[in-house]
Structure formats: C-alpha cells, structure tokens
C-alpha cells in the first residue's frame, strides 16, 4: 500500500509540470509535422477544371457550376474533414493541404470559402480529363463540352 | 464442430424448416431457413454448439428478391468461422418470430430493425422505441430504401417515450442526459432503494448522424471509409479498417503485405491511446486525477507519433479499399520504435504502481460483476468478456490484416469485475507495444512503397461479406451487401458498445449508486460508436420534454418522502 504510493509519487514528480498556457506560448513538439493535414488551399492557376477533387471529396463540399466557357470550383471548407484526398487525386497539384489548423471563426462563410475560376476549352475526345488510379474513383462529373 | 458438422446437424434437426446453404467466402456460411424454423435454430445454436451471437441485421431487400431479410450472425471463435441465418419477411407486412427469448443478447438489434425498417417481431418482451427520437412519427421507417436520405419528416411531439413504472418503494435517480461523467449524452434511469440500485432503464441514441443511410444511399466506396472512420472519435481507424475489409472480402481483392503491417501498427497504436485514454478516465471517475494526470501525459507522445506518420492525430484517414494511403518510411523506423519503447518504460512502472494500490482495489473488486453465463446471454464482448474469463479476440478469432503472423497474447482475468477488466486493459496495452515492435521488424524486410493494390474491376453487385476488427472496446463487426452503383446496398456496424452497454443493466443491479458510473465506465462505453445509424432529429424540444417530466417526478418523489418522514 505505502510503497505503492510512493511509486506513483516518483511518476508524478519525475515529470512535474507539462502542460503551456496555450495559445500564449505552444509546446514545440506538438507543432504541425511537414505532412501534416491542415486547411487545403487551392492554386487556381494550375487548375483544369477536371473536378476530380468534386468527384472524391468524402464531405462532397468541392461544388462545380458551369457557365459558358467558365468553371468554378467552390469548396465550403466548413464542412472539411482534412482527409487531403482532393489534392491526392488532382492531376496538376493544384491543390495542397497546409499546416493551418486553428481555423476558428466567427466568419465562417468569408474564412472557410475557397473558389478558383477556370477558362475551359472544348473538349474534342471522351470529355473526361484524366484516369483515375482505380474504378472505385471513377469520374462521375464528366469534364468540359460545348 | 466443423463447418460442415454445423450445417448437417441444423439440416438434421430443422427439417423442413431448413432451406439451403453457402459458402461464397471461405469461413462465412449463410444458412438460409424458413421465418418458423427461427427460434429452433437460434436456440441449437446457442444452447447446443460453441456459436456465439454477434448481431442481428434487417436489409430492405424489396427491389432484389421481394422480401425484407433479417440475418441473424454467429461466430465459432475457437473454429474461426461465421455463420448467418438468413430469414425472408414479408415485403407487404413483415412480422418474423424474435429470437430476444432465447438470447437477451438479440434485443437491441431486433428493436432496431423495427424501428428502422419496420419489421415486426412476434413475442418481443420490450417492444419499445430504440434508435428513432420521441418525435419521430410512427410508420415511418428510414432505412427502407424507398426513404430519401435526406427527408426530414415532421415532428411529432406526442409520443412520450414510455419509461418502466417505478418498481414500489423506489426512488427514481437520474443520471443524463447530460451528466457531468458521462463524455456524451445518454441518460440511465436508476430505480433506488435507499442507497442500493434496484432496477434501470435506459434511453439512449440521442446522437444519430444518418451514417449508414448515407453509405447506403449517398457516398461512394472510397467516400465511405472517411466517414466511417467518424463513427468514433477515438477507435475511429477499427471502423475505416473493417469497412474496407469487408469490401475486400466482398470483392477477393488482395492487400499488400506491407499495407497489412502499416494496419496493425496504426490499429495497436490505436489501443495503446485508447487504454491510456481509458485508465485516466476510470481514474478520474472514482476521484483518483493522478491517474488521468499522468496516462494522459503519457499518451501525448504516440498522439504526436501517428500525427506523423498520418498526418493527423486522430481520423488519421490512411485507408482505401485496397490498402493504405501512405507509407511508414525505413528511415523513421528507428524513431517510432523509441518512441514506443518509452512508453512501454512508463506503462509497466504505472502497472507496477496500480496494481498493489490497495485504495484502487478497494473501490473496484467486487463491483460491477458479470459472469461468463451472463456473458454469453448478454453477447458481451472484449475487456468485458475477458475479465470473465472468455478468451475472445478477433485478432486470434479471425485473423485479418497482419495478425495472423504477429505473436501476442489474448489477456483474460477470471474476477468478472471492475478490477479484472483494469487489469486485462493494462496487459493488453503490453501486448499491443509486442506486436507493434513485430510490425516495424516486418517493415523493415518489405520493400518500401507497395502499399496499395490497383482496382480494375468494378465491386460486383450482391456479394455478401462479414469482417471483424479487435477494437479497444472489443470486436467491431460490419457486416455489407454490395450494391450496383459504386456503393453498398446495404452496410450496417455493429461496435463493441452495442452489445456491452444494456449489459450494464445487469451490472448495476444491487449496487451502490455511486459505485454506477465506475461501472458503466469499465465497460469503456462509446455512445457516439452505438449512435451511429439514422437520420434522427433529436430536436431539444424533446429533451426538454424529459428534463421537465424528470424535475416533475424527481421533485415529486421528494415530496412524498419528505410528506412520509
Ligand atoms: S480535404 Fe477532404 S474533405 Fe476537405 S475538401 Fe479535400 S477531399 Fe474534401
Ligand atoms: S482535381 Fe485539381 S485540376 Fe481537377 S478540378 Fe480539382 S483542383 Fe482543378
């Protein structure tokens, strides 16, 4: 009884104080590691509008509206789940998945919206713009046709 | 007894009752019997052989074969096999025999599929709502397929939820829905006498999300592994696991070796937080911080250890049907072993400390009992059966991912209480450092980045496929029919807290009311895990509808005391 006690003393001596006064001051080995999964960002320039994120994102949150010859893509990132499958499957990298993860906002429509505009070109073949590595990904969305 | 002994023995003895059988995948025999034959056969099953129950699943099976099938699934753990009775009902007024009599253990999953599909079962002892909300209006049922996954009906305030009369003489003590050492909401309705607890109701399931229906109805097959892996917030990666092992089952893909390994060590990592997180929990309960103080310190680290090899610290997102989504590297190796070497350092001197804590033993032995008989009535299942003294572990049971070639253990303690289950939990962290050891050996033979197999072939439509993963809590079975359209037809989880919390029922009984959240506690509950089915609209003006009657009876029965004394 007494010598157990004392061995869970010894723990918690050994260790003492562990815990900051986060966001005041962060523990640096809890920071974000390089492949870590944070808020995606999208590079609208590499972008061609496939919409294969659209076609995997688990949250279904990546919306593509047409207009004439312009797509956008917009991602209501409030409902993200920092899976990174969009830009695990986007042929051009456009999109890469960030280390921000305090996210917390009172704006959340302004703060968490993404949106990128692409210029589409006709498409002359089977009017989907890449394969997939399997059929479990297959394009539902097809791509550009006018 | 064999597989083929199991099936001549129900030929033999139903009779007619007895339709056909199948084997599509090796070890998962379907025995399809006439809806009278029900009873007779579970109760063969369960008196006369080693089967024990898992669960029930309904599935509208209306466009297929005209029919709703309700599958009844067993496991021969010692044999490593499956069997599933398959019965039809009606597809205009489904009613089939219930089989809670013969075994308790069936009474959620029967009440479940009424709720949400309809079916009717005949001499059922407690009839009552399960899954829907009190608001919810009669008739409708959300899982059929002819229910668009995103209705939402209208609510209809006036179905009370029929709680269980006071026994004479008690006194009803509420515990929830929100109850400060609860993590979630649920609510226990403890009938008292005095100090001691009589009797209990339970009303849960106030959390549904709708999973299942949006796998069935919505998301794609590698959409869902995402969401599954939600079900939990903290063994979230056991159902991402079983789910794709269903589908792989289901489809005969093959996963590579290396994939298998980098699964086991994210699943043992898995247990060893989720022991941790558990031990400090329990210790924090009965007034013992120091415990959670220091496991939870010391379960920090492997928190940081899987946000660097996933990227994430829980939800680690690594699955795909087909194998994992990223690679443990050789060079990190080294650092991961360490990592978990001084851990396994922590845990044995925390062992070493708890275990001859005379305070600690005090309070947990002899609480909480549950028996091996009362076990298999009940289907209890993980730390809970095993501190009862029944050797059940999936990972042994029905080997997946890489199990069958790591050496560990299957812990078990023979008190069936509080203390036995702290115990076995402790152990079976040690065992989990073993095997995680064993996999990072293996990593080191395999050669680097043959982690995913390439998909071909669409899944095939109307396969049918079981899985079973070890969780922290105990076995996780999914059980899937696949659909045509890139997703299941039907896919329904059964998690450990399942079947392990109406067990509590008979836990309690006699007990302290103090000693009731311990013990409800070493069942290590996960209400979110056993919430996961339907859309549900658990609207506050039903909870309101509660607390008011809850204050009404509460202040009302301590009038009447106050009026006796
Ligand atoms: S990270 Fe996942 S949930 Fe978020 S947008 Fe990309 S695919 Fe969708
Ligand atoms: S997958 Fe990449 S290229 Fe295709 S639409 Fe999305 S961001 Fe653009």
């Given at each position: 009884m007494f010598l157990s006690k004392l061995k869970e003393a010894v723990i918690c001596f050994k260790h003492l104080r562990v815990t900051f006064p986060y966001p005041l001051k962060r523990n640096p080995e809890a920071l974000p590691q390089p492949d870590f999964r944070g808020r995606p960002r999208i590079d609208a320039a590499k972008c061609i509008g496939c919409a294969g994120c659209a076609n995997v994102c688990p949250s279904r949150l990546i919306i593509v509206t047409d207009r004439k010859a312009v797509r956008r893509l917009d991602f209501y990132l409030e409902r993200c789940t920092y899976c990174g499958r969009c830009a695990e499957v986007c042929p051009e990298g456009a999109i890469t998945m960030t280390g921000e993860f305090e996210t917390a906002t009172d704006r959340v429509h302004d703060d968490m919206h993404l949106s990128a505009e692409v210029y589409m070109g006709t498409c002359q073949r089977c009017g989907r713009c890449f394969e997939t590595r399997t059929t479990l990904d297959r394009m539902m969305t097809t791509g550009f046709r006018t | 007894m064999t597989k083929q002994d199991i099936v001549q023995f129900l030929k033999a003895q139903l009779g007619k009752g007895y339709l056909r059988h199948s084997e599509p995948i090796p070890g998962q025999v379907w025995v399809e019997i006439r809806p009278e034959a029900t009873v007779q056969a579970v109760e063969l099953l369960h008196r006369q052989t080693d089967a024990r129950y898992l669960m029930s699943v309904g599935s509208d099976e209306r466009e297929l074969k005209d029919r709703f099938g309700v599958y009844h699934l067993f496991t021969f753990d010692q044999q490593h096999f499956f069997v599933t009775l398959d019965v039809s009902?009606?597809?205009?007024?489904?009613?089939?025999?219930?089989?809670?009599?013969?075994?308790?253990?069936?009474?959620?999953?029967?009440?479940?599929?009424?709720?949400?599909?309809?079916?009717?079962?005949?001499?059922?002892?407690?009839?009552?709502?399960?899954?829907?909300?009190?608001?919810?209006?009669?008739?409708?049922?959300?899982?059929?397929?002819?229910?668009?996954?995103?209705?939402?009906?209208?609510?209809?305030?006036?179905?009370?939820?029929?709680?269980?009369?006071?026994?004479?003489?008690?006194?009803v003590v509420a515990m929830g829905p929100y109850f400060p050492v609860f993590e979630e909401a649920t609510y226990f309705r403890l009938y008292v006498e005095g100090e001691q607890v009589v009797d209990v109701d339970y009303?849960?399931?106030?959390?549904?999300?709708?999973?299942?229906?949006?796998?069935?109805?919505?998301?794609?097959?590698?959409?869902?592994?995402?969401?599954?892996?939600?079900?939990?917030?903290?063994?979230?990666?056991?159902?991402?696991?079983?789910?794709?092992?269903?589908?792989?089952?289901?489809?005969?893909?093959?996963?590579?070796?290396?994939?298998?390994?980098?699964?086991?060590?994210?699943?043992?990592?898995?247990?060893?937080?989720?022991?941790?997180?558990?031990?400090?929990?329990?210790?924090?309960?009965?007034?013992?911080?120091?415990?959670?103080?220091?496991?939870?310190?010391?379960?920090?680290?492997?928190m940081w250890l899987c946000e660097k090899l996933t990227g994430n610290r829980k939800t680690y997102g690594m699955n795909l049907i087909g194998g994992v989504r990223r690679d443990i590297p050789k060079a990190l190796v080294p650092e991961i072993r360490k990592k978990i070497q001084a851990m396994d350092k922590e845990w044995r001197a925390v062992l070493d400390a708890v275990k001859d804590d005379t305070t600690l033993r005090m309070r947990l032995e002899k609480v909480g009992i549950l028996t091996k008989d009362q076990c298999h009535e009940w289907a209890a299942v993980g730390p809970v059966a095993r501190a009862a003294d029944l050797p059940m572990d999936a990972r042994k049971d029905h080997p997946y991912c890489a199990y069958d070639a790591v050496d560990f253990k299957v812990i078990t303690a023979?008190?069936?209480?509080?203390?036995?289950?702290?115990?076995?939990?402790?152990?079976?962290?040690?065992?989990?450092?073993?095997?995680?050891?064993?996999?990072?050996?293996?990593?080191?033979?395999l050669p680097e980045g043959d982690i995913i197999t390439e998909i071909r072939e669409d899944i095939p439509a109307g396969r049918i496929a079981i899985s079973a993963v070890e969780a922290p809590r105990g076995e996780d079975v999914h059980f899937l029919l696949t659909g045509g359209d890139n997703r299941p037809y039907r896919w329904r989880v059964r998690c450990p807290t399942y079947p392990n919390l109406p067990t509590v029922q008979v836990m309690v009984k006699g007990e302290q009311v103090a000693d009731v959240p311990i013990i409800l506690g070493s069942i290590d509950p996960c209400f979110s895990c056993t919430e996961r089915m339907e859309v549900c609209d658990v609207s506050t003006g039903s909870i309101k509808v509660y607390s008011q009657e809850e204050l009404f009876n509460w202040t009302k029965n301590r009038r009447e005391r106050f009026e006796t004394v």
């Open positions: - | 009902a009606d597809p205009k007024k489904p009613r089939l025999p219930s089989i809670t009599p013969v075994i308790a253990g069936a009474n959620w999953s029967e009440r479940e599929i009424r709720d949400l599909l309809g079916v009717e079962f005949d001499g059922h002892p407690d009839p009552r709502r399960l899954v829907l909300s009190d608001d919810w209006p009669q008739g409708v049922h959300p899982l059929r397929r002819d229910f668009d996954y995103s209705a939402k009906p209208p609510s209809k305030p006036e179905n009370a939820y029929p709680f269980k009369d006071n026994p004479p003489g008690t006194t009303r849960g399931f106030y959390a549904h999300r709708g999973i299942e229906k949006l796998g069935d109805a919505s998301l794609t097959y590698n959409q869902i592994p995402f969401i599954a892996e939600r079900i939990c917030g903290i063994c979230g990666f056991v159902h991402n696991v079983s789910f794709c092992k269903l589908v792989e089952h289901a489809s005969g893909i093959t996963v590579p070796r290396r994939a298998d390994y980098i699964r086991v060590i994210m699943l043992e990592l898995e247990r060893i937080h989720s022991h941790a997180l558990w031990l400090g929990v329990a210790g924090h309960i009965i007034g013992f911080d120091t415990v959670l103080m220091q496991t939870w310190r010391m379960r920090e680290p492997i023979d008190s069936n209480d509080v203390w036995g289950r702290t115990i076995v939990r402790i152990l079976e962290t040690i065992e989990s450092f073993k095997i995680v050891y064993q996999s990072l050996d293996a990593l080191m033979e």
